[in-house]
């Protein structure tokens, strides 16, 4: 039975300085990626504590300001590999619901569906490179491991900021203890 590990939870946020300069001050995490994706239209900032995590808090701009509700922009969950991400998918789909998107992070690999009150999950493993964020790439989870492991690496390189994922964790426990 794969038991996905709950990893981080990403929050709509009115003011994405104030709420930058409240989890950086007050819980001590370190901002280790921020931007706009291209595929999103809202600002987003990662943090973290973790040197092993690339993120544990996302904040994602765009929270109306008479909203009560809709706070959580996302819960996720890691599992240990592809072949676990490819197995959540299918309990997704027999479950009846949809998947919203399948897509590389660069550093991940993940999955994105919606739980029965429209909760937005995401599964997802690691992949041993990184690449600044946002990144959202969309990639087939029906090739096989190896050429999956082929394509996104030759993505991974492509891009301006490319580290291995060691590289990255020494960086960020850099960022992190400073």
Not at 42 to 56: K, M, Y
Request: glycine share 6%; hydrophobic share 40%.
């Amino acid at each position: 039975m794969i038991k996905p590990q709950l990893t981080h939870v990403g929050i709509y946020v009115r003011d994405m300085d104030r709420m930058r300069q409240f989890y950086t001050d007050v819980f001590g995490l370190t901002v280790t990626d921020a931007g706009r994706p291209p595929d999103f239209h809202l600002d987003i900032a990662f943090l973290s504590a973790d040197p092993g995590e690339h993120h544990q808090l996302v904040l994602v701009g765009g929270r109306a300001d008479d909203a009560t509700a809709n706070v959580a922009q996302q819960i996720s969950f890691l599992v240990d590999n592809l072949d676990q991400v490819r197995a959540m998918r299918d309990r997704v789909v027999e479950a009846g619901m949809d998947v919203r998107r399948v897509i590389t992070h660069g550093n991940a690999w993940s999955v994105y569906f919606s739980d029965p009150e429209d909760n937005t999950l995401e599964v997802y493993t690691h992949t041993p490179w990184y690449i600044p964020q946002p990144a959202a790439i969309p990639f087939d989870l029906d090739l096989s491991n190896e050429e999956i492991m082929a394509q996104t690496e030759e993505l991974c390189r492509a891009k301006d900021g490319f580290a291995t994922a060691p590289a990255r964790e020494s960086a960020m426990r850099e960022m992190i203890d400073r």
